[in-house]
């Protein structure tokens, strides 16, 4: 059994940046997927970034790219979503989750098995 605990969150200013961090417990992180999805009020989760197991893919969603960048440390057991350049439309609580071991990468949030509880961001204007 895999948990994760997301960190990081918090209330920032439009243009500033925040590191949010995702600990997993379990011994199979390493070589387990692993991705971030965030959710906003009113609207549906949606797909941030992703990480392959060994740190090489990473994929973006096209609304974030050049400007979060998602990063993981196996002998920490953690994954990392950098957030540069924010914005107010990415004001949302972003969730941490992996995928089984040696399965490749996805962007659909159905695909994950294991999800942390979230951490807000809030980007004011």
């Known amino acids: 059994q895999v948990q994760l605990v997301e960190s990081g969150g918090g209330l920032v200013q439009a243009g500033g940046s925040l590191r949010l961090s995702c600990a997993a417990s379990g011994r199979t992180f390493s070589t387990a997927p692993m991705g971030w999805f965030r959710q906003a009020p009113g609207k549906e989760r949606e797909f941030v970034a992703d990480i392959s197991s060994t740190g090489v893919l990473t994929d973006y969603t096209d609304s974030v790219k050049g400007r979060f960048t998602i990063s993981r440390d196996n002998a920490k057991k953690t994954v990392y979503l950098q957030l540069n350049i924010l914005k107010p439309e990415d004001t949302a609580v972003y969730y941490c989750?992996?995928?089984?071991?040696?399965?490749?990468?996805?962007?659909?949030?159905?695909?994950?098995?294991?999800w942390g509880q979230g951490t807000q961001v809030t980007v004011s204007s």
């Open positions: 989750a992996g995928r089984g071991s040696y399965t490749t990468t996805s962007r659909a949030a159905r695909d994950y098995v294991y």
